[in-house]
């Protein structure tokens, strides 16, 4: 059974510019979450997605935009980048009960 | 709103010892409780989820307790082993919000051989 998957591992690019992030969740998971995590913090809540629509979202920009496919499969989008939006992107997804979260390996943005 | 706080922020300890990691968070009304582990640069591994209605879980040598009336988790890890060190973080999940986490800073957990 594999689990949450993320592409790319690593990504570098420059101020001004754009980037989308990929995610397929955990077989059997229809809701997929997405995470901030900088140096040293603890992971900071972005938004969720489930049915394809955004049903929660935390105090990101609207700068950082997402969508979910009819696979659950999901992108997050970042547009304008800036230095600060260097971080590791994680995702995560559940299903519905007990909301036990599964992450993936994170997608490591630096913004030069 | 919901707050979480882990102390300390960094441990380190003599391998075999038992040691416990601390979380509060400010709001009772919880939906669950996870522990996570991260090891560096990498994503976040599911250790033990305790329901709201849960008082502990336990998990080979990890054992987590949950006191939502005063706001307080412990993972008790005992006889440590240099291969437990990394990062802990804890997290909390809201009712009605669909999961959504809200994370403690972790505490850095260093085991020395």
């Known amino acids: 059974d594999a689990g949450v998957t993320q592409s790319p591992t690593h990504l570098i690019k420059t101020r001004g510019q754009q980037v989308t992030l990929r995610c397929s969740p955990k077989s059997g998971h229809d809701t997929v979450s997405w995470y901030q995590q900088a140096l040293g913090q603890g992971p900071q809540f972005i938004f969720q997605?489930?049915?394809?629509?955004?049903?929660q979202r935390g105090n990101f920009p609207d700068r950082f935009s997402g969508h979910q496919f009819p696979n659950y499969s999901s992108e997050l989008n970042v547009n304008a980048l800036l230095l600060g939006d260097s971080a590791l992107y994680l995702c995560?997804?559940?299903?519905?009960?007990?909301?036990?979260?599964?992450f993936g390996p994170g997608t490591r943005l630096t913004v030069l | 709103k919901q707050e979480v706080t882990q102390i300390p922020a960094a441990l380190s300890v003599p391998e075999g010892e038992n040691l416990v990691l601390n979380c509060s968070f400010t709001?009772?009304?919880?939906?669950?409780l996870q522990w996570f582990r991260q090891d560096p640069g990498k994503g976040l591994t599911s250790l033990l989820l305790i329901q709201s209605s849960q008082r502990e879980q336990t998990s080979g040598r990890l054992n987590a307790s949950l006191d939502k009336s005063s706001g307080r988790s412990t993972l008790y890890i005992a006889a440590s082993q240099p291969g437990d060190s990394a990062t802990y973080l804890c997290?909390?999940?809201?009712?009605?919000?669909?999961?959504?986490?809200?994370f403690g800073q972790g505490t850095e957990l260093s085991v020395k051989p």
């Open positions: 997605y489930y049915e394809e629509e955004e049903r």
């Open positions: 997290a909390v999940s809201i009712y009605n919000q669909g999961g959504k986490l809200i």
């Open positions: 995560a997804s559940t299903s519905g009960g007990l909301y036990e979260q599964f």
């Open positions: 709001d009772s009304a919880i939906y669950n």
